[in-house]
């Protein structure tokens, strides 16, 4: 009875640390936070870009921008770079063999407890790039990449750079050196896996796939294995005139079914699962189990090399199970190039059975290559319904005209859309304008409603990545050259006319990140998740998810941890689940659709509408594995507390189990009982257990982890 009487406090506390953390509860007036949200100032390495971004070829090639950008289980963040270089070149990117790109750099991102991030340096940096050698594993740059089962990313694909074929310097007899020749960007086979630690992280190499693959897509099949299509073997001087039409599969399971990538092995599909498709192509595993091309991609080769485009306008699935594609209609517009492509939520039938799955469309140019210069603002939903069949319905139009930005599935499903340009950047680069203002698509009410603009341009190349407390980590911008010419030159920089004139995009690429803090986190005291969940949760279960808000909660949702590039992210998905409250908390069913619920990692968040918003609020969200036993094989990966920046801890963080005289870990720091005491102020405290604010830093209250610090029971 003792202990029951001190939780009634403890929800009040709870409460009132969500309403500081969640801004304050000042009811919001219209056009505020609540509507638009906010952008965070931009943040960079060594706080070099802080407050601008880099201004010239030096600054520009300081640090790697993030191309691709993935979040990691154990609350770390790792991301690399993708035309490492080009800027500093002399020479227009076509004719200079030999000169460009040493090989993307990457980085591995955390935040402290005061939110103040550290970038890391993974060995090696390059992922083990040695163009030219013998163990040559080319650049990083354009390939795709998945979470693995056991925490670990898989970078799958990317570029080989090797002289085409004009070799100026070998038909002058040495007269010419530079430039000297025609580039090549091969398709590269590479599987490089990254295993995050403290000091960095690490890349090792994996099983080679069948086919060099430039711009790939990689997707996690139902089953836990990965399968990849598309991409090109060579790009400029492509004599096939096809992208790669062979499709296969990775199986990193060991024969006794052990979780195993570094062992494991790509096996090509065969005849029948060949297919042709645009780079990057967008694909999605749906609820049937297959994976849908849904008709959107990199519509380009630069120089229109695939003969067969012409088949990239019909959306189609491969079946794992039969290893066919099958045909399956075509969208409103057809063929979409660097549009917004995201599944919408995924919602359970009175039954609790998942049979139709929807796609939202925004944004792109129109038609395959040469297709539309100028961005559209149109939109579509295609719906593959319970028998299978498509429908394409037009959507509302985008409150901007907008090319290649990214989707990102926010924290209540609905997805928000950052970043991008407004004419496609690849057919003349140079001549677009940034589109900073940030949107939201509203699934209930089927409307674009636009948000806070960043700060900063972020066009070709862009990313954004949804973070555990529901706002979005946005980065990336590594534009081609000024109409594919030199950088810099004895001229100068052919971007020069963009940076210094400020008619175009900055030109140069911008290493910072900003955080968008979406307008679901200004709407109130936020519900809180109070415990985190053990093990896996298997598919066709219910599990127990500890909030004291159970009463008011009306949304629980998984969210796919995110893993992007080119502004595509295969495996993002939200799955609203059925759910009943509960004392203590809310039972959520997790589906039985192993298609639905891709094995995996993901973020789960309680949502409500509180008095007087238009619109819901979210809890933080909790890392969870989804899947079985026999799926995971085995694999395990830290699940670490949620530590991001400008928030040190989630509204409650309950550390159970907490003796006198032990320490407690509480994501990259350590507590030691010595501070608990010292710089703690008790919350609740009755006799030797109860509840403990610890003040970090300089953020106090407002950003305090509370512990649960009980007596020890022996
Ligand atoms: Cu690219």
């Known amino acids: 009875m003792h202990r029951r009487r001190a939780l009634v406090p403890l929800a009040a506390v709870l409460a009132l640390l969500g309403t500081l953390i969640a801004g304050g509860s000042v009811p919001a007036a219209a056009d505020d936070l609540s509507t638009t949200g906010q952008f965070l100032p931009a943040f960079s390495e060594n706080g070099d870009f802080d407050s601008a971004p880099p201004a010239n070829v030096s600054e520009s090639t300081r640090y790697p921008t993030a191309v691709s950008l993935v979040a990691m289980p154990n609350g770390k963040y790792v991301y690399w770079n993708g035309l490492e270089n080009l800027e500093s070149d002399g020479y227009p990117l076509a004719t200079d063999a030999n000169r460009i790109s040493p090989g993307s750099r990457s980085r591995q991102l955390a935040f402290d407890v005061n939110g103040a991030p550290t970038f890391q340096v993974p060995t090696p940096e390059d992922a083990g790039e040695d163009p030219g050698s013998e163990n040559d594993q080319g650049d990083l740059f354009c390939a795709d990449q998945r979470i693995l089962l056991d925490g670990t990313v898989a970078a799958i694909g990317g570029t080989v750079w090797k002289p085409g074929p004009v070799d100026l310097v070998a038909l002058s007899g040495g007269a010419v050196t530079e430039p000297q020749g025609t580039t090549e960007l091969y398709g590269n086979n590479a599987t490089r896996i990254f295993r995050s630690d403290a000091s960095g992280g690490t890349w090792t190499p994996a099983d080679r796939m069948n086919y060099g693959r430039w711009y790939p897509a990689v997707v996690t099949l139902r089953d836990g294995r990965l399968f990849v299509a598309g991409g090109v073997k060579q790009l400029l001087y492509n004599d096939s005139g096809l992208n790669v039409h062979q499709t296969e599969i990775f199986d990193p399971y060991d024969g006794d079914g052990v979780y195993a990538p570094a062992q494991g092995s790509w096996t090509e599909n065969g005849a029948s699962g060949e297919t042709s498709l645009p780079l990057f192509p967008r694909m999605h595993v749906i609820h049937d189990g297959t994976v849908l091309y849904d008709g959107v991609g990199q519509m380009w080769g630069p120089f229109g090399q695939a003969v067969d485009e012409a088949l990239w306008n019909v959306v189609k699935s491969y079946d794992p199970a039969s290893n066919a594609w099958t045909d399956r209609g075509v969208g409103s517009f057809g063929a979409l190039s660097g549009a917004v492509s995201v599944l919408l939520p995924f919602t359970p ?105 960043a700060a900063r341009e972020r066009t070709y190349h862009n990313s954004a990545i949804l973070l555990a407390d529901g706002r979005i980590l946005v980065g990336g911008h590594a534009p081609i050259n000024t109409l594919y010419g030199p950088g810099e030159s004895a001229l100068g920089t052919s971007n020069d006319l963009h940076n210094n004139t400020g008619l175009t995009a900055n030109n140069l690429k911008d290493s910072s990140f900003e955080i968008f803090s979406p307008p679901y986190l200004h709407r109130g005291a936020r519900p809180a998740i109070t415990a985190n969940v053990s093990g896996i949760m298997e598919w066709g279960s219910d599990r127990l998810i500890s909030t004291p808000d159970a009463a008011s909660i009306d949304k629980a949702i998984l969210v796919k941890m995110p893993a992007t590039t080119h502004v595509t992210d295969p495996d993002a998905r939200a799955i609203e689940l059925p759910f009943v409250a509960e004392t203590g908390g809310v039972r959520v069913t997790v589906p039985s659709n192993e298609a639905v619920a891709i094995p995996g990692y993901y973020y789960l968040f309680l949502s409500r509408t509180n008095a007087g918003y238009d619109g819901p609020t979210v809890s933080n969200g909790i890392v969870v594995r989804v899947g079985d036993e026999a799926v995971f094989g085995g694999a395990s990966a830290e699940i670490a507390p949620v530590q991001l920046p400008g928030q040190t801890m989630s509204a409650a963080l309950p550390v159970s189990g907490v003796s006198k005289g032990t320490s407690v870990a509480i994501g990259s720091a350590v507590v030691e009982p010595a501070s608990m005491r010292a710089s703690s102020n008790p919350v609740r405290s009755s006799g030797r257990g109860g509840m403990f604010a610890v003040a970090t830093g300089t953020i106090l209250a407002a950003a305090g982890a509370l512990l649960r610090r009980r007596r020890a029971t022996a």
Do not use: C
């Not at 319904?385 to 509302?396: E, I, K, N, Q, W």
């Not at 090319?403 to 609905?414: E, F, L, N």
């Open 349 to 453: 039938d009175a039954n609790g059975d998942y049979n139709s799955s929807a796609i939202l469309h925004a944004g792109g140019v129109l038609g395959t290559s040469p297709g539309g210069f100028f961005a559209t603002d149109l939109s579509e939903t295609l719906t593959i319904g319970s028998d299978g069949s498509l429908t394409a319905a037009p959507g509302p139009q985008l409150n901007n005209r907008r090319w290649y930005s990214q989707g990102v599935i926010g924290a209540t499903g609905d997805p928000l859309i950052f970043s991008g340009a407004d004419k496609d950047e690849v057919i003349a680069p140079g001549l677009e304008s940034a589109v900073r203002q940030a949107e939201m698509y509203d699934v209930a009410s089927n409307t674009f409603v636009p948000l806070a603009s």
